[in-house]
């Protein structure tokens, strides 16, 4: 059984959309201050109104995984009544409405997460993923170039941006980006990066080479996420 988090890792607001997988990342607040490691207690009882609210988000990011959707919508409303939504608020929002391709509705609380927050990574990141399941390759391109710029080293930026080229044919633009990301990273990125670019060329059993060399390295929970995003991108396809 998953246990509770902490109140000072609010891990529900640090939830990314990635081709409709979750995953939890550390990211800076507006102010620059860090958020800390979620701390898990074993049959923590909420004190206060925060502290409900701060469980009821990460009940909300359970039910998203869940596949829950109207009934993660349900329990941030729950939330909404507690406390002032926050940035990780709007951002677990958002990830709802993508779920539910309510596309304006995503937009608009992407929007104000990071209008909160503006170096708040994972809204920041959901956003461009939001324009890439909506089929806006070009818009989604432009996104996340910039965003390389703000949050450089990236390695999910840097493989999103690996598998944009190869979709949209700039081919010479995927490879130099590729070969910029470091090796062998801290994720699964490089080998998949790299596997993208042969699955583009028509090379998938090179491409599985890499792919299988991540899985192995870095484990099967590591690779779902890549292993998605390159089905999403029709690359696996070709």
């Known amino acids: 059984m998953r246990q509770l988090f902490g109140m000072k890792g609010r891990i529900a607001g640090i939830v990314i959309l990635f081709v409709f997988s979750l995953v939890c990342l550390q990211a800076e607040t507006s102010d620059e201050k860090r958020l800390e490691e979620p701390i898990r207690v074993v049959g923590f009882v909420p004190q206060t109104k925060e502290d409900v609210y701060y469980l009821f988000l990460d ?6 995984d869940q596949g829950e959707y109207e ?11 507690l ?9 677990l929002r958002g990830v709802v409405y993508t779920k539910l391709q309510s596309w304006k509705n995503a937009e608009e609380n992407f929007r104000k997460a990071i209008e909160l927050a503006p170096s708040f990574f994972p ?10 399941l909506q089929r806006k390759t070009e818009e989604a391109l432009q996104y996340f170039e910039v965003l ?21 044919g700039r081919m010479e633009d995927a490879k130099r980006t590729a070969s ?15 596997a993208a670019i042969l699955f583009k060329e028509g090379r998938a059993q090179e491409a599985n080479r890499y792919t299988k060399a991540a899985q192995l390295i870095f484990g099967e929970d590591e690779m779902k996420i890549f292993w998605e995003g390159l089905d999403v991108s029709g690359l696996t396809a070709l």
């Not at 009934?71 to 009544?81: D, N």
């Open 59 to 64: 009940e909300a990011a359970m039910l998203i």
């Open 71 to 81: 009934k993660a919508l349900q329990k941030l409303g729950e939330a909404e009544k």
């Open 83 to 91: 406390h002032p939504p926050d940035f990780s608020f709007y951002n």
């Open 123 to 132: 809204a920041r990141f959901n956003f461009g993923e939001m324009l890439f």
């Open 148 to 168: 390389n710029y703000s949050f450089p080293r990236n390695e999910l930026i840097e493989f999103k941006l690996v598998m944009l080229f190869c979709i949209t």
């Open 180 to 194: 910029r990301m470091l090796f062998p990273g801290d994720t699964p990125a490089w080998y998949c990066a790299q």
